[in-house]
């Protein structure tokens, strides 16, 4: 890789690059990705994105970021593109905060002889059939399940266990989860996953799907950082049978016992599969008093969680993840004692968003501990009921000293952005004609 060098000026433009280089294999679509490259800018290195396409990134083009077109899902094409990069400036990290792309960012960190987790305790991980399975083994508690690549072969797993949730073994952002209540709908369920050839990033599906028990307890995630529990969160899950994340609150407010339940159960679940390094993201629901495991994540939270734990407890989990690429101390430790909430914009039925976005904006953003209101769609656009988190609409923060206060101020931030929900555009159609 050749000694630190000075800073230069970026060939493609007349940006200031410095020394070393990080390297961000694609990237998240919802908030942290933007936050990978600005923390390392802080650290004075330069972020460059590698992405099979780049516009799928809006911010990358906004924020100036300096991006090179590779086939990310091919190892070779990854290694020579960062072979190439490393001719001109050190590589001092690799990352990614895209759940698709952990175990080839671990792979071309560890072939650069730089730190990151073990690429194969993350791509065991993010087969959740081989999740579960590793999990049970260790006794770590999940949920009863079955893993079948027939409609079948569904049906007859879900006879003796319904209601059932059926998912996909891979995927992010509950796309395809889905609670089933009969057999009709099991066989229909798990006719469609297994039908889709490829996943929403293009890539071959595996065949294979979970049949699953369904824990009707609490919702809660333990953000992990090496093999320390950081935060508790409480999540929240908007409508049967979908399972979106509407909201989170930073840090959940719980009973002592409760608290050491999750934490121990999640770092156990992140020692067991292996990992260890850097941010997991642990999801769990309560089964009576045991917590059992829905997921391990080995990557960063998304749905802004980094950003309310920043909020509420002064901790900034995406700089310890890029300083703990570049392979310096990261030591995530609790400077604040509020409480932040995350409240997501969806609806229940079809609709269409205002033509001025603003007045709604401008009543979440000013009720009282609310910091933050986004809407990510544009004026004009259809909307409709959520299925999984690309038909979150918008979202609103709010920060206080007390966790119902913060809750509080979320739910009235998020009710008044409902505001830019204007009538069907079936109606609207109509009413032009
Ligand atoms: N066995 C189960 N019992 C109860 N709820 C479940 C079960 N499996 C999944 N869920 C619900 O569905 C949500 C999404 O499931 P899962 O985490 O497996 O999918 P995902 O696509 O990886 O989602 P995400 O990226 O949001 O974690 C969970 O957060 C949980 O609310």
């Not at 671990?106 to 791509?123: E, F, I, K, M, N």
């Not at 891979?170 to 039908?195: I, K, M, P, T």
Request: with cysteine.
């Amino acid at each position: 890789m050749g000694a630190p060098r000075l800073r230069r000026r970026d060939d493609a433009g007349d940006r200031v690059v410095s020394g070393r280089l990080l390297l961000l294999v694609e990237s998240n679509t919802t908030g942290t990705g933007r936050l990978f490259a600005r923390r390392a800018a802080e650290l004075d290195v330069t972020p460059v994105l590698l992405s099979k396409d780049p516009a799928r990134y809006p911010y990358a083009a906004e924020d100036g970021l300096r991006t090179v077109v590779v086939d990310t899902s091919d190892a070779d094409r990854l290694w020579e593109a960062a072979g190439r990069l490393a001719a001109e400036a050190p590589v001092a990290g690799v990352l990614t905060s895209s759940e698709y792309y952990v175990p080839a960012a671990a792979a071309l960190a560890s072939r650069l002889g730089l730190p990151g987790p073990s690429a194969d305790a993350v791509r065991a991980c993010r087969d959740k059939a081989e999740q579960r399975r590793i999990l049970a083994a260790a006794g770590v508690g999940v949920p009863g399940f079955a893993v079948v690549s027939t409609a079948d072969a569904a049906v007859s797993a879900a006879a003796t266990r319904l209601p059932v949730v059926v998912k996909p073994v891979q995927g992010s952002g509950s796309l395809g989860v889905r609670l089933c209540s009969d057999l009709d709908e099991v066989a229909g369920h798990a006719g469609a996953l297994l039908a889709a050839t490829t996943n929403e990033r293009g890539v071959a599906t595996p065949g294979r799907i979970l049949v699953e028990e369904y824990l009707t307890g609490a919702e809660f995630s333990v953000e992990v950082f090496g093999t320390e529990a950081v935060v508790t969160v409480t999540k929240h899950v908007g409508p049967l049978p979908a399972f979106v994340e509407v909201g989170h609150d930073v840090p959940a407010a719980l009973p002592a016992g409760l608290e050491r339940e999750l934490r121990q159960t999640a770092v156990r679940a992140v020692t067991a599969l292996g990992l260890g390094w850097g941010a997991a993201h642990v999801e769990l629901r309560l089964d009576g008093p045991v917590a059992k495991v829905i997921e391990v994540n080995p990557r960063l939270a998304g749905g802004m969680i980094p950003e309310l734990v920043r909020r509420a407890c002064g901790i900034d989990l995406v700089r310890a993840q890029v300083l703990a690429a570049l392979g310096r101390a990261a030591h995530p430790e609790r400077a604040l004692y509020g409480r932040a909430s995350i409240r997501f914009l969806t609806t229940d039925r079809d609709g269409i968003l205002a033509p001025d976005l603003t007045v709604s904006l401008t009543r979440a953003g000013a009720v009282p501990g609310v910091v933050e209101a986004v809407l990510y769609r544009a004026p004009g656009e259809p909307v409709g009921p959520a299925t999984d988190f690309r038909d979150r609409l918008g979202h609103v923060i709010a920060v206080a000293d007390h966790p119902a206060e913060a809750a509080g101020a979320a739910d009235r931030g998020v009710a008044a952005l409902a505001g830019a929900i204007a009538a069907t555009p079936l109606d609207r159609q109509e009413a032009l004609t």
